[in-house]
């Protein structure tokens, strides 16, 4: 047991989407140190927080860390095109699965999108301007109008072309945000992760 625990999150195992295969749970400090709660995986899953203790005892541990976080190369700029481990780690957290509104595809199977401005068109891969995208709703902004933006809140805003209708919007320029992988907005007793 301790061999195949040592040889966990090796990236000699494989990688999915730049990170080595392994399980990613998001959850707060408070629900650690209370041992209550629930603890949310990266493919959406909802763990009780003993399960999520259990797992971490033999787990590499990141903390991701949302206001005015320093010491993790989590603002690339220009120098990198490539989302960094760090960067998508963090999109787990935050995002947990593609941003565009009523999808459900999980973060595990997403990828790292430019929100603002598309790195091709001078675009930075900072984190305050990342965002995950499945690859259908990715391949929407390349070739099919939509367009996206980050709300001051940190959320994403998909916004169609103008030819298409958003349902629920009334007209033919709706935009949108998705709350799908984000039950605590909805649910008053939920112990967010």
């Not at 295969?21 to 709660?37: A, P």
């Not at 459900?104 to 995950?132: C, E, M, R």
């Not at 103008?162 to 605590?184: A, D, K």
Request: aromatic share 6%.
């Amino acid at each position: 047991m301790a061999v195949l625990r040592a040889s966990l999150g090796d990236p000699k195992l494989g990688q999915h989407n730049g990170l080595p295969v392994t399980v990613i749970v998001s959850t707060t400090l408070q629900q650690l140190q209370d041992k209550t709660g629930h603890g949310l995986t990266g493919g959406g899953s909802i763990l009780p927080i003993t399960e999520v203790i259990r797992l971490a005892r033999h787990a590499y541990h990141y903390l991701p860390v949302f206001d005015q976080a320093t010491g993790q190369a989590l603002w690339l700029g220009r120098a990198k095109r490539i989302a960094s481990a760090d960067q998508r780690i963090v999109l787990h957290a935050k995002d947990r699965g593609c941003t565009a509104p009523g999808c459900t595809v999980p973060g595990y199977n997403t990828h790292v999108h430019h929100a603002t401005t598309d790195w091709s068109d001078g675009g930075n891969t900072n984190i305050d301007d990342l965002t995950f995208a499945c690859p259908q709703h990715n391949q929407l902004v390349e070739t099919g109008g939509w367009s996206t933006r980050k709300l001051p809140n940190g959320d994403t805003q998909w916004i169609p072309p103008p030819q298409h209708h958003l349902p629920g919007t009334g007209t033919g320029t709706g935009t949108g945000t998705n709350t799908y992988h984000h039950p605590e907005k909805f649910l008053t007793d939920w112990q967010q992760p």
